[in-house]
Nanobody, 115 residues
């Protein structure tokens, strides 16, 4: 079955950096488009960015020039490099994939940015 497992979250001070990983199984990873979303307490889940099978990326405006999405098809891994983190980036971060007409989500990883 499809499984997505995020890792790499933690507590960081404002201005710091983190790299999140998402390991996928149960899909043909190299042809899949993948996404990152996040959900802050009391707020709806929001789109962060995506990467196509060819490596094209797209980001929400609030993270452009700070976050970078990449992928390693040899290891079935998706990455989210986050630089210059701000307290408003605090959220649970999720990776997702649309596969065979369904959307699959990981369990999420918590990112907390202190002032």
């Amino acid at each position: 079955q499809v499984r997505l497992v995020e890792s790499g979250g933690g507590l960081v001070q404002a201005g710091g950096s983190l790299r999140l990983s998402c390991t996928a199984s149960g899909i043909n990873f190299k042809i899949a488009a993948l996404n990152w979303h996040r959900q802050a307490p009391g707020r709806q889940r929001e789109f962060v960015g995506s990467i196509s099978s060819s490596g094209n990326t797209n980001y929400t405006d609030s993270v452009k020039d700070r976050f970078t999405i990449s992928r390693d098809n040899a290891w079935n891994r998706l990455y989210l490099r986050m630089n210059n983190l701000k307290p408003e980036d605090t959220a649970v971060y999720y990776c997702s994939v649309q596969w065979k007409a369904r959307t699959f989500w990981g369990q999420g990883t918590q990112v907390t940015v202190s002032p």
